[in-house]
């Protein structure tokens, strides 16, 4: 077995089935805490750094007749009685106490001075919730929901104002947003291509077949100058009256509601004035729907701005998407890498030649060496061994490990 330079830490694991060493005689040159079994006196010594002591305990005095009962408070005492105690002896113990109900909040705690114990099973009574007693307590202390939170009609009032997209917005904010559009009522569908307005009828676009009276956007007009809002009829469409002059198309906005394509996005026409409806060519652009958008595989929508996911092994940063190289291993830090890798050797021993000799190859005395049963539950022994050559180890073991054990050798 190997010579231990350094202490061995069971970790509070039980020690099984361990002889002390059998001696005939004390050894020489003893240090505190050696422990040896003297086979002449069939005793076990123990030395105290003086002496060597036996390992045997004299006889104890008759158990006294009374016990001592305990108090709430009482100090811990050692004690200096040589008598033994009864097996059936019991000390005495406080008397179980009333429980305090606690009403109020803010109570302060209180140490007590009572001498009874508590049953393991009391309860405190608790204070009753009313509304007076919680008007102090800021939201900013409250714990997030966890569900919709329903307000009951009332308004929130006195809000801040908002700089990320999750925060609520005041309408004095809103306002200023839109300022400057002229939002016009919801399009049912807007046109992907052109549509002979003289003729008009009810006619399929983006997909959905319109009814009489529909409000319809045409921005795809072979005639720019057609482009606009229409009610679309069995007969020749006409302007919508809300975007019939120049002031009324002038920075309209207007959201599309249905199509195969063109559903929930929003267009604003962006021709500048001076305009005259009919001969002014009217230009419309999409400014908005998240609806219509979603992102692929590695993309992210945020808003109406997509942006390349980080996943791992990428960085991403302005401008630019890159390997991460420290996630991502270079050709060169592979070749490092196999250099400086360590290898490994694994063989059956004999189990029944100590000293035993493996044959590694590894080409260096730098290893490691564990030896293992084969089989279930393949537990792992200690052997003593030694790095005879740089392709050998030599490993010993007594008694015979037997049939069955590997040993691993890493390099």
Known sequence: ??????????????????????????????????????????TLYWYDGTTWQAAKAGAGATPATTVTTQAIGDAP??????????????HGMPTFGAVTAQTAFGAASATGSAVTVPHSDHTHGTPTHLNADHSAINHSALAPPTADVSWGGFKLTNLGTPTAATDASTKGYVDAAINGLAWK?????????????ATGGLIAVDGVTVAAGDRVLLKNQTAPAENGIYVAASG???????????????????????????????????????????????????????????????????????????GTGIVVSAGTTAVDTTVIATQAYVNTAVTGMAKKFAAALTGTASPETVTHNLNTRDVQVSVYNGATPYTAVMVDWDAATVNTVTIRYNPNLGAGYRVVVVG
């Open 77 to 90: 005492v050692v004690g200096t009685l040589t008598n033994f105690a009864r097996e059936d002896h019991k």
């Open 236 to 310: 020749a469409w006409t302007r919508s009256t809300d975007a019939a002059a120049a002031n009324d198309i002038l920075n309209a906005a207007v959201f599309v509601s249905e199509g195969t394509t063109q559903s929930d996005t929003a267009w604003v026409m962006t021709t500048n004035l001076p305009i005259t409806i009919g001969t002014t060519a009217l230009t419309w652009t999409q400014f908005g729907g998240p609806g219509s958008y979603s992102a692929g595989n590695g993309l992210t929508l945020t808003g109406n701005v997509f942006a390349v996911g980080a």
């Open 1 to 42: 077995m190997p010579t231990i330079y350094g202490f061995v830490d069971l970790v509070k694991n039980e020690l099984r089935n361990a002889v002390m060493q059998n001696l005939g005689s004390a050894p020489a040159s003893p240090v505190k805490g050696l422990m040896y079994f003297d086979t002449t006196a069939n």
């Open 185 to 197: 009522d919801a399009v049912r569908v807007a046109s992907t291509a052109n549509v002979v307005i």
